[in-house]
């Protein structure tokens, strides 16, 4: 143990490896072990880097009280060491509180520390920081810097939901943060170096820390056994943890190749295609992939761009292995490191130069506004800002190369992969590409260009030649450009509202065949619209007419005996049976009747025959009442057609008395004649509307000394839609098990008529429907022939990182949009035959025929909708399973 004295203060401090180019101060935390911590860890850095060790116990321990302790005075003597040692900047690592005491040196000399790593360290928190002034942009330059975090074991209530939200929007604060993060969640930002995550074995720490590893793509995780005072062996191996990450960092190594394999099967015979590639690069290398076709140079190429996972070996980006992802995380892989640019350039041509960078950047987390800005700088660094309203098909070769490489580039991936990206092109674009393609690796990112031109290969900063699968050559042309530190940026899947656009874009791009597919799903969803209105509007015509001639709120009860033989015979109505009715729910007013076949009526020298003949009820509409009014005690209606036949004049009748003769039954059933003079009320236009009032009759009977009992009862219901509920209602009353009641009338009949009426709409309706089962089959066959002719473009969305679902989306998305305007298109039509249609119809029978509704509109849209959406399932599945790597390929 090293002592060093500043301002008469004795300093624990250990300096291993002097002459070490970089350095790594390291300070431990204030209950670490000393001596295993020094012993393992430094020694293991040192091996080739200069390591300063910093013990905070010597001082921290001595000002520990109630209130905390001044992680700021820690920090003020960190950089009087630093000076004492005469270090401008270094790479600081921290462990336990002396991580927290890097971090807050990293906010407030950020010219000192070039990068950070933070181990089982306790985050900016008010507890710690007793007295001490911060601000969010401070923290937030400090966390730039970081390139390693560690989680706490206060942090196990972390739901893996909240972790994805906040790896989803770009950041890493509280789900490794203790207590109130003083760091808020709109203030940090994904960190984009690699991560270094090393977590404990107790529960906490590893169910945290497994969540965070599937999401943050960058990140390698370790497991440390106990707290604070790990064994030793357990030191070395974060020694090498940490050794092998800060060398990576600094732009060593980011891909790294391990014994890769692969081979293809035919009938069982096996064809190997590579044969234990091993390769090492790091950033800022312009790579050429030289070799021979057949020689497995874009077999290679799709196994680092994520396509390919059927190989054996390792492929390790950043320090992780993506053999182990899964087919998700391949998706992620691709939309943050891989940039692809392909020989045929495989831009989608129904969008145009800026909508085909766009498509990159509509999967980051940059504002619509940034994506448009960032897609124009870039075109205009490739020379093409003249172009970014022209579609593919308007373009040469090479313009649209610079196309493929701005897309390539948008979404700011590590690593470049071009496949031939100068197959296509004449010497002169040639030249431009490969000088582009150099400075992009200038830029700090890698360049992987495969190719079999010796002449293009030369470009490089590094070629490796493949032949038979192996390598059989490396050379170095060029040294490594000089890396600077970047931040990527944060990746995001598809939208939603991105995909609705990109198959808007196609629908427009072949309108012709998209409106002759609208034109027949229009026609389907019109010819079922029509019937169901035409269906609504003869139900309409037949109620109004029924409505015109009796009063739909009325129908008739008669009570009714089963004999012996089945056969029902009318049974009179007492009392009891009135008040039973009278209490039904709905029912409004119930009316005694009685009805006759027949009755008698002279006048003058005249006499007539009616054949129907009742007591008034609410049955008999009074508007039919043209002449007069409705009877009351000793009056009586009479049709006209009675009328005539007592006087030819028969409006004269009004006023004047007619003789009324009934033939009834006495008590012991034998016929008697009783008649009484009435006056003439009113006249009616309707047969069999001759009525008296049931006193008139009443006392008719009276006169006779004969007892009047009802044989039907009139019932009067409050609304029209509640008549059938009451009719069901009286059809399940029963006296006993053979006296019942039955409902007649008009309404009764009107039922049934509606009925028939509904089946017929119903079957010309589903007449209708077959041709939107034939408008559905046409848009799965144009689906199907959209797939096979959209195959490539499925390829690069692949490629660019979009996942199958999207894929999906895109397709279902076009089915909606055929969908909806097949049902506008058939709702138009049916709305224009119903204006043209109705005014003559009306000249004949007064009354609308095609009465068409929104909830017709809605029923019909939402069922066009379902079927074209039905119909875009097989396609879009079978689009969301296409291999990337054949369909990339697909010509």
């Known amino acids: 143990m090293d002592y060093i004295e500043i301002e008469g203060r004795k300093i624990h401090t250990v300096e291993i490896n002097p002459s070490g180019e970089e350095t790594v101060i390291m300070l431990h935390g204030l209950f670490t072990n000393l001596s295993l911590y020094y012993m393992t860890i430094g020694p293991e850095i040192a091996k080739n880097k200069r390591v300063i060790l910093y013990d905070l116990r010597g001082h921290g321990m001595s000002e520990w009280n109630d209130d905390g302790f001044s992680i700021a005075s820690l920090s003020e003597e960190l950089i009087k060491i630093m000076d004492f040692y005469n270090v401008k900047n270094a790479d600081i690592v921290?462990?336990?509180?002396?991580?927290?005491?890097?971090?807050?040196?990293?906010?407030?000399?950020?010219?000192?520390?070039?990068?950070?790593?933070?181990?089982?360290?306790?985050?900016?928190?008010?507890?710690?920081?007793?007295?001490?002034?911060?601000?969010?942009?401070?923290?937030?330059?400090?966390?730039?810097?970081?390139?390693?975090?560690?989680?706490?074991?206060?942090?196990?209530?972390?739901?893996?939901?909240?972790?994805?939200?906040?790896?989803?929007?770009?950041?890493?604060?509280?789900?490794?943060?203790?207590s109130q993060s003083l760091l808020t969640e709109d203030k940090i930002s994904m960190i984009k170096k690699p991560v270094l995550l090393l977590y404990g074995t107790r529960s906490p720490f590893i169910q945290t820390g497994k969540l965070l590893e599937k999401r943050i793509p960058d990140a390698r995780i370790g497991t440390v056994s106990g707290d604070h005072n790990f064994p030793v062996k357990k030191g070395k191996w974060i020694a090498q943890k940490l050794t092998k990450f800060l060398s990576e960092e600094n732009g060593a190594i980011l891909l790294k190749l391990q014994s890769i394999q692969k081979s293809y099967y035919l009938n069982k015979e096996e064809f190997p295609v590579l044969q234990g590639i091993d390769l090492e690069i790091g950033r800022g290398e312009f790579i050429s992939i030289l070799g021979e076709s057949g020689g497995g140079k874009s077999t290679l190429m799709n196994i680092i761009g994520g396509l390919d996972n059927k190989y054996t070996g390792e492929v390790v980006v950043n320090g992780k292995n993506i053999k182990a992802s899964t087919e998700k995380e391949l998706d992620l892989y691709r939309r943050d490191t891989i940039g692809f640019i392909f020989q045929s350039f495989n831009l989608i041509n129904y969008l145009n130069v800026l909508d085909n960078v766009l498509i990159a950047l509509k999967m980051t987390n940059l504002t619509k506004e940034e994506q448009v800005t960032r897609a124009t700088d870039l075109l205009k660094q490739v020379g093409l800002e003249q172009h970014m309203g022209k579609h593919p098909n308007?373009?040469?070769?090479?313009?649209?190369?610079?196309?493929?490489?701005?897309?390539?580039?948008?979404?700011?991936?590590?690593?470049?992969?071009?496949?031939?990206?100068?197959?296509?092109?004449?010497?002169?674009n040639t030249k431009e590409v490969l000088e582009i393609l150099g400075n992009i690796a200038k830029s700090g990112k890698l360049v992987v260009v495969v190719t079999h031109s010796q002449s293009v290969a030369n470009y490089g900063t590094y070629i490796v030649r493949l032949a038979d699968g192996k390598v059989e050559e490396e050379e170095r042309l060029r040294e490594?450009?000089?890396?600077?530190?970047?931040?990527?940026?944060?990746?995001?899947?598809?939208?939603?509202?991105?995909?609705?656009?990109?198959?808007?874009?196609?629908?427009?791009?072949?309108?012709?065949?998209?409106?002759?597919?609208?034109?027949?799903?229009?026609?389907?969803?019109?010819?079922?619209?029509?019937?169901?209105?035409?269906?609504?509007?003869?139900?309409?015509?037949?109620?109004?007419?029924?409505?015109?001639?009796?009063?739909?709120?009325?129908?008739?009860?008669?009570?009714?005996?089963e004999d012996s033989q089945q056969v029902k015979h009318s049974e009179e109505i007492n009392s009891q049976d009135i008040e039973k009715l009278k209490k039904l729910e709905h029912v409004k007013n119930?009316?005694?009747g009685v009805f006759t076949s027949g009755a008698t009526l002279n006048y003058a020298e005249n006499k007539a025959q009616t054949t129907i003949f009742q007591t008034l009820t609410d049955s008999i509409k009074q508007n039919d009442i043209k002449i007069g009014k409705p009877p009351v005690k000793n009056e009586i209606l009479l049709?006209?057609?009675?009328?005539?036949?007592?006087?030819?004049?028969?409006?004269?009748?009004?006023?004047?008395?007619?003789?009324?003769?009934?033939?009834?039954?006495?008590?012991?059933?034998?016929?008697?004649?009783?008649?009484?003079?009435?006056?003439?009320?009113g006249i009616s236009d309707e047969q069999g509307s001759s009525a008296i009032s049931y006193d008139t009759l009443e006392a008719m009977y009276d006169q006779n000394k004969l007892s009047l009992t009802p044989n039907f009862i009139n019932i009067t219901v409050d609304k029209t839609t509640n008549v059938k509920a009451v009719q069901n209602k009286i059809k399940d009353m029963k006296a006993d098990s053979k006296v019942s009641f039955s409902v007649t009338g008009v309404g009764a009949i009107l039922d049934t008529v509606t009925i028939y009426i509904n089946l017929a709409v119903y079957i010309l309706t589903a007449i209708a429907g077959i041709s939107l089962l034939v408008s559905a089959i046409m848009v799965i066959v144009v689906l199907y022939i959209s797939v096979s002719e959209r195959t490539k473009e499925i390829g690069i969305l692949r490629a660019l990182g979009a996942r199958k679902k999207d894929i999906r989306y895109l397709f279902v998305s076009e089915a909606l949009f055929l969908g909806i305007f097949s049902s506008i298109l058939g709702v138009i039509g049916v709305i224009i035959t119903q204006t043209l249609i109705n005014p003559i119809v009306y000249e004949h029978i007064s009354y609308n025929i095609v009465q068409l509704s929104l909830g017709q509109i809605l029923f019909g849209v939402g069922i066009n909708i379902l079927i074209n959406l039905l119909a875009a399932l097989a396609p879009s599945r079978k689009a969301a399973k296409l291999d990337p790597i054949e369909a990339v390929s697909m010509e």
Not at 149 to 155: F, R, Y
Not at 416 to 424: F, R, S, V
């Open 639 to 681: 049709e006209k057609g009675i009328a005539k036949e007592l006087n030819k004049n028969y409006k004269d009748l009004i006023g004047e008395k007619v003789k009324l003769s009934l033939q009834v039954l006495d008590a012991a059933d034998v016929p008697k004649i009783i008649s009484a003079e009435v006056t003439v009320s």
């Open 480 to 561: 490594t450009y000089p890396v600077e530190t970047q931040k990527a940026q944060v990746s995001k899947p598809l939208s939603f509202t991105s995909l609705i656009k990109m198959a808007w874009s196609h629908m427009m791009y072949g309108i012709k065949r998209n409106l002759l597919i609208v034109l027949g799903g229009g026609i389907g969803i019109f010819s079922v619209l029509l019937m169901l209105a035409l269906g609504a509007g003869g139900n309409g015509y037949i109620n109004k007419q029924v409505s015109d001639l009796v009063n739909p709120n009325s129908f008739q009860v008669v009570k009714e005996r």
């Open 590 to 592: 119930v009316q005694k």
């Open 94 to 178: 921290g462990y336990s509180y002396g991580g927290t005491t890097a971090l807050y040196t990293a906010i407030t000399h950020p010219t000192r520390v070039k990068t950070l790593t933070l181990i089982d360290a306790p985050l900016l928190n008010e507890d710690y920081f007793k007295n001490v002034s911060l601000n969010s942009e401070e923290m937030l330059q400090a966390y730039k810097k970081s390139v390693g975090i560690a989680v706490k074991n206060s942090v196990a209530d972390q739901t893996e939901k909240k972790i994805d939200k906040i790896m989803n929007q770009g950041q890493l604060i509280d789900a490794i943060s203790t």
């Open 394 to 428: 308007q373009l040469s070769g090479g313009q649209k190369q610079r196309v493929a490489i701005a897309r390539a580039l948008a979404h700011d991936p590590s690593i470049i992969i071009a496949d031939e990206p100068t197959g296509a092109l004449d010497a002169q």
